[in-house]
């Protein structure tokens, strides 16, 4: 939180680029986008898995990223607060103490495994108390996204006192014992919270790491899973051993810390039995935003499947009933009814609603409602637009390398005009093939990357880059030079 309203005053601090394990490349697969990035790392996120922090020890490396983040005007000291001391009182909850099995409330047949059109209130009315399994909600987050029947943009106050109707409506039909999770952006979380803990019990806080496109210097990295409980929790049944299918079982293992996900990685992984999945943490770094139009529907806010297939493995067993009252696009209903769960769905959207009903039909054909199309979906998660498919003529990575040389040429980063100019390639590529200027001169920012380790060799000759390959014995070297 800061007293000026302008973004926040930062250095501009970059993390070192992480390595797999088992193929000894960068962690994240950069694609055709290398020449692009920096050689040494990214650009630090608001999320920090490179250091460690024990809670019962002074933490030193948190208050030196601190004094790295901001050592530089208008800050002219930091000041550490230790508050461990502080002895803190767990207030008491109000909540019913849960009622045994045979008490619970039985969902109407009409309601279950059911889509169903209509404002999210109107229909929660019509769900019994006490008869929902789990719950999950991913609301419009108010940030003037372009949903098809939904104003995102409402006054802050009228958008939080609509948020604490469907909550309360969601605790009161969700079971005794049993889990709500609502995933939003960090500062709205945090107002949930701080409603969900008068009728709840605080169970967990998951963040997950959902990385975006790069903005500003540190860079938005996560969302906020809150989850509360009906009077005490039940063990999440998916941390209790049983017999499970394929599908749920790979939902409820990670990504084991540094692996890639690259596909040829995978499969070799695979063949060579390599064990690169751990147990579930409260951090979960493995599921990545879909960022290929081939993943998206015509939806501008969708969420990956196995971001949905985690929570509900988790959180429930076969044959009971989830429920997301801002269910778009299908993603939580189809996610449910692949593992066997019961579900209700309810959306506004009269194009959402038929949209997803479509892909159920598709998942109940035997096809995949998840895999990969030709389309090109309309709806866009961002305001940037969307170029055409085309064919390139030239290469964007070339123009862009292009740029690059210009910029050396210049000392700077060079105009329309100077790279009419001075380039290579005629003005109407770069027009045509980019959104921006800014994605233009993308390489001339930096320079450029390699998704292996490399050490650089400096003698008499111009600079050598050589690849290290640190099985290969005392000279650590192999390959030649390129």
């Known amino acids: ?26 962690t994240k697969d950069y694609g055709g986008k290398k020449h692009t990035y920096d050689p040494y790392g990214t650009l630090m996120s608001d999320v920090w898995r490179d250091i460690d922090c024990d809670p019962a020890q002074f933490p030193v490396s948190v208050v030196g990223r601190l004094q790295d983040l901001f050592g530089l005007p208008p800050y002219e000291s930091l000041n550490l607060v230790d508050l461990r001391a502080l002895r803190v009182l767990k ?9 045994p099995p045979g008490q619970f409330q039985e969902l109407p047949q009409g309601l279950r495994s059911e889509l169903i059109k209509g404002e999210c209130l109107e229909v929660l009315h019509q769900v019994p108390s006490d008869s929902v399994d789990f719950c999950f909600a991913d609301p419009p987050y108010n940030l003037k996204k ?9 006054d802050v106050r009228e958008y939080f006192e609509w948020c604490d109707r469907w909550l309360a409506e969601l605790a009161r039909v969700l079971k005794p014992g049993r889990t709500l999770a609502v995933l939003n952006i960090p500062l709205w979380a945090i107002r949930h919270f701080t409603f969900m803990a008068k009728i709840l019990e605080f169970q967990n806080w998951i963040v997950w790491e959902g990385l975006s496109l790069p903005v500003r210097m540190v860079m938005p ?7 509360f409980s009906k009077g005490p929790p039940r063990i999440p049944p998916g941390l209790i051993p049983a017999d499970r299918c394929r599908l749920e079982r790979e939902s409820l293992t990670a ?10 990685c995978v499969r070799a992984r695979r063949l060579l039995d390599q064990r690169d999945s751990e147990a579930l943490t409260d951090l979960w770094w493995d599921i990545h935003r879909l960022k290929h139009n081939s993943r998206r529907v015509d939806h501008p806010c969708q969420l990956p499947p196995a971001l949905m297939r985690r929570l509900i493995a988790l959180f429930t067993k076969e044959g009971e009933c989830v429920l997301d009252p801002f269910n778009g696009a299908g993603t939580t209903t189809l996610a449910a009814e692949q593992l066997n769960r019961d579900f209700i769905g309810i959306e506004l959207s009269p194009k959402y609603h038929e949209l997803a009903s479509k892909r159920h039909a598709e998942l109940r054909s035997g096809l995949d409602p998840f895999e990969k199309t030709s389309r090109v979906p309309k709806a866009k998660n961002s305001n940037v637009k969307r170029l055409p498919k085309q064919h ?8 862009q390398l292009d740029v690059r040389r210009i910029a050396r040429e210049l000392g700077r980063l060079p105009s329309r005009e100077d790279v009419v100019r001075l380039g290579k390639y005629s003005i109407e590529y770069y027009d ?8 233009v001169c993308a390489a001339a920012r930096n320079a450029g990357m390699n998704e292996r380790r490399t050490l650089i060799l400096r003698d008499a000759t111009p600079p050598r880059q050589m690849v290290l390959d640190l099985d290969a014995g005392p000279s650590g070297i192999r390959g030649t030079p390129h």
């Open 91 to 99: 207030r008491e909850h109000e909540a019913s103490p849960p009622n």
């Open 1 to 26: 939180m800061t007293k000026y309203r302008e973004s926040l005053r930062h250095t501009k601090t970059r993390i070192g680029y992480t390595y797999c394990p088992a193929c000894d490349r960068t």
């Open 255 to 264: 990504l084991k810390e540094l692996y890639c996900l690259r596909q040829d």
């Open 221 to 227: 990295a996560h969302y906020s899973i809150v989850c």
């Open 146 to 154: 372009k949903y098809d029947n939904w104003n995102d943009g409402i």
């Open 392 to 399: 390139y003529a030239v290469p964007k990575k070339d123009l």
């Open 432 to 439: 045509k093939y980019f959104i921006s200027w800014g994605e």
